[in-house]
T-cell receptor, first 111, second 114 residues
Framework: RKEVEQDPGPFNVPEGATVAFNCTYSNSASQSFFWYRQDCRKEPKLLMSVYSSGNEDGRFTAQLNRASQYISLLIRDSKLSDSATYLCVVNLGGSNYKLTFGKGTLLTVNP | GAGVSQSPSNKVTEKGKDVELRCDPISGHTALYWYRQSLGQGLEFLIYFQGNSAPDKSGLPSDRFSAERTGGSVSTLTIQRTQQEDSAVYLC????????????FGPGTRLLVL
């Protein structure tokens, strides 16, 4: 099993659609979870942290399922500006300072 | 406040030359990371600095790569005798709290080795 695995994508959706990204991680001792977005030829930027109880930030909702070692990101009412690559990021727990990045899922929101 | 800055933003060099890439972390951030991202690929961890502790160099791909962090702030990544496969975007990130918190990235240095 890969350390952090994401939907391969790409996802192409119309404006206003709801889209969900999934991610699994290998180590049940993992402590921290994040979603980052990366625009073309730009650096990754933190979108949101993921908390055990789930959390929401506007149109974005993140969920964590520790039993299944699975995190998700839901984007509602998608906008053209949401087009980017979404990276699942996990502290796998072995070395307590390392974050492991998934390869990302490309989202394109079409008019 | 100021974010992570990196310089140069772009670097074109000839195979066999040495290059130095610089990173200025966010003020007060004690942890600093270097990553590499090749075209269409994920982030590859290179090296980690935390305060005055010995750096974790486990991600450096060869002994041509080295990095230092002076005074607990600015870091320099050096690639000696560059090869074409070194062409990539080199990203620096910093954070205050080690792995528990998120990392904040600089804009990267795009390195092209001809």
């Amino acid at each position: 099993r890969k350390e952090v695995e994401q939907d391969p994508g790409p996802f192409n959706v119309p404006e206003g659609a709801t889209v969900a990204f999934n991610c699994t991680y290998s180590n049940s001792a993992s402590q921290s979870f994040f979603w980052y977005r990366q625009d073309c030829r730009k650096e990754p930027k933190l979108l949101m942290s993921v908390y055990s109880s789930g959390n929401e930030d506007g149109r974005f909702t993140a969920q964590l399922n520790r039993a299944s070692q699975y995190i998700s990101l839901l984007i509602r009412d998608s906008k053209l500006s949401d087009s980017a690559t979404y990276l699942c990021v996990v502290n796998l727990g072995g070395s307590n300072y390392k974050l492991t990045f998934g390869k990302g899922t490309l989202l394109t929101v079409n008019p | 406040g100021a974010g992570v800055s990196q310089s140069p933003s772009n670097k074109v060099t000839e195979k066999g030359k040495d290059v130095e890439l610089r990173c200025d972390p966010i003020s007060g951030h004690t942890a600093l990371y270097w990553y590499r991202q090749s075209l269409g690929q994920g982030l590859e961890f290179l090296i980690y600095f935390q305060g005055n502790s010995a750096p974790d160099k486990s991600g450096l791909p060869s002994d041509r790569f080295s990095a230092e962090r002076t005074g607990g702030s600015v870091s320099t990544l050096t690639i000696q005798r560059t090869q074409q496969e070194d062409s990539a975007v080199y990203l620096c990130a910093s954070t205050t709290s080690g792995a528990r918190g998120p990392q904040y990235f600089g804009p990267g240095t795009r390195l092209l080795v001809l």
